[in-house]
């Protein structure tokens, strides 16, 4: 079987940490960021990051509900896998 992977981040006002996680991700893997209601202006800096696909919920509807997004989305996208990764650079991309 195949394995067509890609990184999930959801993501809820990190706007300061965000695209250095983003950026950093993108060098290894496709990035699908499911902005969920955020209001720190993180939807208006995803909008010029080529290469990276944006799901927006107009608002917060929680973490794990961000993450069933993320991976309907990943699933639409034709990806087998999805590894996830928090925008507040908790987690080293590499």
Do not use: W
């Amino acid at each position: 079987m195949d394995q067509n992977i890609c990184a999930l981040i959801p993501v809820y006002n990190h706007a300061a940490a965000l695209m250095g996680v983003v950026r950093a991700v993108k060098r290894l893997l496709p990035v699908i960021v499911v902005n969920d209601g955020s209001t720190d202006g993180v939807e208006r800096m995803l909008a010029g990051e080529p290469g990276v696909e944006v799901v927006t919920h107009p608002v917060n509807r929680g973490k794990a509900e961000a993450l069933r997004t993320g991976f309907r989305r990943a699933l639409e996208l034709g990806y087998s896998h999805a590894i996830s990764l928090d925008a507040d650079g908790q987690h080293l991309p590499a």
